[in-house]
Structure formats: structure tokens, C-alpha cells
């Protein structure tokens, strides 16, 4: 027979029904938690943060990333995540991403820029990750972006201090080459001629007078190219071989004025018409610099200025029947040969310095047509 004292008691099992039912509540709840958890730092994050479909679109928008960019998430929703990026960045971008989905990378960076909504271009980096569902709903991307303007237009405006910087010296350059070899050179000659003329002074002065006279002229001459360099525009331009040909037969008159040197010049038209305006302009001035260098060390009395064709290109000769030119002479500070070899470097050109054929100094300027010109 049982009794009452057989039953088992009532209280415990009425806990563990209490127990059993709350459990599900408490994951809830914890679930939600982390939710909001997730929400706070999402939103509150101080880089910009999104994610988006495979189909390029945006999914989730933080507050950062509306700021960025100027528009707000329900904005965005209706826009393809690359309709704000440059034309320009946008097929480094689209091969990045098909790489990231196809599994052949882990994540991948970039920097590009970015159309903001008030029609500001602004840089941003951004580093996007994909993330799979592996319980067969679809796979999302999530990005952090960073805005990284200031930054940008910091490095750019240091590369542009840096070009001007750069550009500034090669034009001092440039002018201290033109002002040696064409209006030092011219001055040292009229020089030349006007000591010549001082000695004549007393044995015939009908002679100094005229070479007084030419010397005057050229100094004319020379300030009004020191003009040409103060307003910019220094380099005569020169058309065709029958203007080359009278600036250097120019030049040889100005040798011969002195009475110390002549030089035969032979330019051929064909020579001139492979050659840039530029290469033309380098000729001319590696010629006067060459035959100024004859004129102050050679000693000699006869000298040849030419300018033929040769192979594939062209070539200048200049040479002299003199004492022959030491390099290390030819100038005080050495400035006369550097000049020449930085001219015939920017014509690509091949530079040889020797003796003549004969005797005296010959210097050979050998410059490809394909670099200047073509018949």
C-alpha cells in the first residue's frame, strides 16, 4: 500500500521546468546583447565601415563612412559601391575585387578617390575583406576605409615643389651653358678683335678703325641675345641649313676679325633637314664653343667647321690645324667640354675628342637621326 511518504517530492522538479525554461530567454538575450554590441562598434567606429553583396551594392552603411562620402545609407543602397570611385581607379579596383571573390587573395588594399556627394574629390584607402556564409546564404565583403586626403595632397604638393625645384635648376643650367657658349664666347672674341685693333692703332689706323667698327657691331649683336635670355627667349630659331650655315659662317668672320684663326664652313642642307629645331640649336652652340676653344688654344691658322650627313644620321666635325687641344686646357674651370658632352648627351649623340687628321685637335659629334628628325 503506498502512502503519501512514497511519492517523490514536488519542489525540485518544479525548478529544473523554471530552470529549462529560461535557458532559451537568457541566449536570447545574450544574443541581442551582442547585437547591440556589434551595432555600438559598427557605428561608432572612427574609420568609415560597409558592407556589400557580390553584386557590388551596399548592404550596411556606418555613420563614419556616410560622412566620408556625404551620403546618408539610404542613399548609398541605391548605388553600385564603385558609382563613386574614380574612372581612373576603377579597373585596378574591379581586377582586385574578382580576385578577392574568386578566392585568389585573402583580402587586398587600395588607395583611390572617391566623387563625395558635394562634388569634392577626395583619396581614401581602403582594405576589404570577403566573408563567406558557410550556411548557404550569400557571401558579403566588408571594407574599412580611411580618409586619407590631407595626406595625399601633402605628397602632391611636395612632388610639385620637387619638380619645380628640379626644373628651376636645369634652367639655371641650361642659361649658365647658353650664356657660355654663345655670348661668353662671342665677348671674348670681340675681345680678341679689339686688342688686335689697338695694336694696329699706330701702324695703320684705317685697319683699327674698321675693326673697332666690327667690333661694335657684334657687341650689338650680343646684347641684343643677352635680351633674348632676360625675356625668354634666347635660342635663335634657326629653319634651315642656309640660316645654320650664316650662323656659322657668322662665327668663322668673328674668328677671322681677329686675325688669329679661319675656318672653312661646309654645311649640307640635307644634314639640317634630319635635325630637330632643338638639335639644331645644340649644334650651333657646340660648334661655337669647339671653334672658340681652337681660336684661344690652338695656335693655328686654318681650321673646318662641317655638318653632313653620315650612316644613318648626322655628323659635326670641327677641327683645326693647330697645336692639338689638351681637354684639361681647354678651359680654365673646364666648363667649355662639359658643355659640349651635356649637349651631345641630350642629342643621344656620340662624342669623340682627338687629333686631327693632320695635326691640331679635332672634335667629331655623331648624332642619330632616329632621336631628332627625318629626311
Partial sequence: MTTPLDKPPLAPVAASVSQDAG?????????????????????????????????????????????????????????????????????????????????????????????????????????????????????????????????????????????????????????????????VQQIYAIGLGLEEAQQLIADDARAASEGIAGAITRLNDVIREVRRHIAGSAAPQILDGRQLRAELQALARTME?????????????????????????????????????????????????SLLPHQNGVRLVVEDDGVGLDPQCADSSGQGLRNIAARARQLSARLDLGPGSTSGTRIVVDIPVEMHGAE
Fill in 23 to 183: 535557458e532559451p530567454q537568457r541566449t536570447k538575450r545574450q544574443a541581442r546583447e551582442r547585437e547591440e554590441l556589434l551595432r555600438f562598434t559598427f557605428d561608432s567606429a572612427p574609420v568609415g565601415i560597409y558592407m556589400a553583396d557580390l553584386e557590388e551594392r551596399y548592404l550596411k552603411v556606418n555613420i563614419a563612412y556616410q560622412h566620408m562620402v556625404g551620403y546618408s545609407e539610404a542613399e548609398l543602397r541605391h548605388k553600385s559601391i564603385f558609382s563613386l570611385t574614380h574612372p581612373d581607379d576603377l579597373p585596378r579596383n574591379q581586377a582586385l575585387r574578382a580576385e578577392l571573390i574568386a578566392g585568389k587573395r585573402e583580402f587586398f588594399e587600395i588607395e583611390k578617390r572617391y566623387h563625395a556627394k558635394s562634388g569634392k574629390l577626395i583619396w581614401v584607402r581602403n582594405k576589404v575583406s570577403l566573408i563567406e556564409n558557410t550556411l548557404g546564404g550569400p557571401s558579403i565583403t566588408i571594407t574599412a576605409s580611411q580618409d586619407i586626403t590631407e595626406r595625399k595632397l601633402a605628397e602632391q604638393a611636395r612632388q610639385e615643389s620637387e619638380q619645380r625645384l628640379r626644373q628651376a635648376l636645369e634652367d639655371r643650367e641650361r642659361l649658365a651653358r647658353d650664356l657660355h657658349d654663345g655670348i
Fill in 257 to 305: 676679325s681677329a686675325h688669329r684663326l679661319q675656318f672653312r664652313v661646309e654645311v649640307d642642307p640635307k644634314a639640317v633637314s634630319r635635325l630637330s629645331l632643338d638639335a639644331t640649336t645644340h649644334v650651333l652652340n657646340i660648334a661655337r664653343e669647339a671653334m672658340s676653344n681652337s681660336l684661344r688654344h690652338s695656335r693655328g691658322s686654318n681650321g673646318l667647321v
